[in-house]
């Protein structure tokens, strides 16, 4: 049983209310279609369980959303709070535009509340130094701004995001490695289209720092699944300002226009303003962040979990490198040898 965001490897927390699915403070499902997401409250990413489990879960959450009274509802999405303070959120039949608004609203607008917040911080920090009288001069001014890009800038040069691994070993990705990852036409693919990516050959954990890129490295190609499957992994660092609730609207409607993810990306590619990916309308990257969730839940769902799975082990992993970064060697043996017993 997993218990780490696949998305931002935060912890899922845990519930008493559903005894076979401990996981999660807040669930979605599916009673008609048989599917479980925990929803991770740090990033309001939903992630589907792959458990055999599911369906006694489901059964557990479903009497439980029917014998709690505090519930708000639409016709065909509602929301629960048990009394452990377990969140239900109960999904029927709804078009794509209301199941879009419960599912990626609150995410993408969390990302804006968050970057906006970090400029704030910034620009009210600057105002300060005036507020209390202080004489500052136009350069002194700039030097935090300029501090502070710098930082972002190394950052998203040598900070990893993501990894692939192929015949020839790792490969790993940074920020501008993704935003110059561009989306082209392709006769070969049975599809249509290809993703290129610039990456380093490195074996870095997502997460830290590896060698400095500028967009520039050779590029991996990548056709059907492979290609999705990368996409998934990136764009939602590309999309790290979220969107306005019209922005995500408008964002739906392209998905419902391109009919699936293949159509979304052929879309894409025929965007010529600018042929990068970070580059792209924002509506046409939040289309695509969602086409990318969808399809591999939905292969997930006709049986090619291997992916899913991975994704899970892929997300434990990434979180103990995080613990252990964060721990002195002696406690995390102490703590290896109290898990043991």
Same mark, same amino acid.
């Given at each position: ?16 209310? /559903? ?10 499902f ?60 109960? /999904? ?29 911080i ?8 005036t ?25 998203g ?23 110059a ?6 006769d ?31 590029? /991996?190609?990548?056709?059907?699944? *492979?290609? /999705? !499957? ?26 419902? !226009? ?35 969730? !969808? *399809? ?5 769902? !006709? ?24 721990l ?10 109290l898990?043991?017993?």
């Amino acid at each position: 049983m997993y218990s780490t965001c696949t998305f931002c490897h935060a912890p899922l927390g845990t519930n008493e209310a /559903i005894e076979v699915f401990p996981v999660g403070r807040r669930l979605a499902f599916d009673s008609a279609k048989g599917r479980l997401w925990v929803v991770c409250a740090a990033c309001r990413q939903w992630n589907l369980s792959p458990l055999d489990e599911r369906w006694d879960a489901i059964e557990s959450a479903e009497r439980s959303y029917r014998d709690t009274k505090l519930r708000v509802a639409t016709d065909q999405m509602g929301m629960a709070r048990l009394r452990d303070g377990t969140e239900l959120i109960r /999904i029927g039949a709804p078009l794509r535009p209301e199941f879009a608004a419960w599912r990626y609203g609150d995410r993408f607008a969390l990302r804006l509340r968050r970057y906006a917040v970090r400029s704030t911080i910034l620009v009210t920090g600057l105002t300060a130094l005036t507020a209390f009288g202080w004489t500052v001069s136009a350069g002194v001014v700039a030097i935090p701004w300029n501090l502070h890009s710098h930082f972002m800038i190394r950052a998203g040069r040598k900070r990893v995001i993501a990894r692939w691994e192929d015949a020839a070993g790792p490969m790993t990705f940074t920020h501008w490695g993704a935003r110059a990852a561009r989306i082209w036409f392709d006769d070969r693919s049975p599809h249509g289209w290809r993703l290129t990516v610039p990456g380093l050959r490195a074996n870095v954990p997502v997460g830290k720092f590896g060698e400095k890129s500028d967009g520039n490295e050779p590029p /991996i190609h990548l056709r059907g699944a *492979d290609a /999705i !499957e990368l996409a998934r992994r990136i764009l939602p660092h590309i999309n790290v300002s979220g969107g306005r609730r019209n922005t995500v609207g408008g964002a739906v409607a392209l998905l419902e !226009e391109a009919g699936d993810v293949h159509g979304a990306f052929l879309r894409a590619a025929s965007v010529r303003v600018d042929p990068f990916l970070g580059s792209l309308p924002a509506e046409m990257r939040l289309a695509l962040e969602m086409a990318t969730h !969808e *399809d591999i839940e939905r292969r997930a769902l !006709e049986g090619e979990l291997a992916a899913l799975e991975a994704s899970w082990r892929e997300a434990e992993e990434v979180a103990a490198i995080a613990d252990a970064l964060t721990l002195p060697e002696w406690v995390a043996s102490r703590l290896g040898r109290l898990s043991g017993r």
